[in-house]
């Protein structure tokens, strides 16, 4: 009976990486670069899904630095907007810790730290990451935004953030 069923998973094994190394084989006769155009046709049509997933696939290929990273970005956005906030953050997080010397980088740190405070009430990683992005980037667009925001939030509680963002909240359902 053992031998049975472990020819059994042999064979659904051996299907199974068939299978995929026909996918695989197909992926790899395209480039990033088409799979980031199926992605936008998707965007257009508002198939997010399909866009992430065209993404991801186009990710998975090698890529110049440059169109890895606004792949990246890209994709965060389509995570984001799909509903899937975390793995969005993961995206951009992937960006300032893979491409950190990528103009975009600082940006992807932005966002993170936004996301911190915004979403999830984190006072005290949101102004880590704003230190690290001053630290990084101190000539960056992002920084400058990040140097006016910093000392008034050095100054909150993490009640106070609560409070803001409940607020803030309440103010964009009614609008």
Do not use: C
């Not at 068939?18 to 695989?24: E, H, I």
């Not at 088409?34 to 993404?55: C, M, T």
């Amino acid at each position: 009976m053992a031998i049975s069923f472990f020819r059994l998973g042999f064979g659904l094994v051996m299907i199974l990486s068939m299978v995929m190394g026909t996918v695989l084989a197909s992926d790899r006769s395209q480039s990033g670069t088409e799979f980031f155009r199926e992605a936008e046709r998707r965007w257009q049509d508002g198939d997010l899904r399909e866009v992430v997933w065209n993404y991801q696939k186009g990710l998975a290929l090698p890529l110049p630095e440059d169109e890895m990273v606004k792949g990246l970005a890209r994709l965060a956005m389509a995570q984001m907007a799909l509903g899937e906030p975390e793995a969005g953050i993961a995206s951009y997080q992937r960006i300032s810790d893979k491409y950190p010397e990528h103009p975009f980088a600082s940006n992807a740190l932005l966002f993170q730290a936004n996301y911190a405070l915004l979403e999830k009430n984190q006072l005290t990683k949101g102004i880590q990451i704003y230190e690290m992005l001053l630290e990084r980037y101190p000539k960056s667009e992002a920084a400058k935004k990040v140097a006016e925001w910093l000392p008034q939030l050095q100054k909150m509680s993490s009640y106070d953030l609560v409070q803001k963002n409940r607020e803030r909240k309440k103010a964009e359902a009614q609008e």
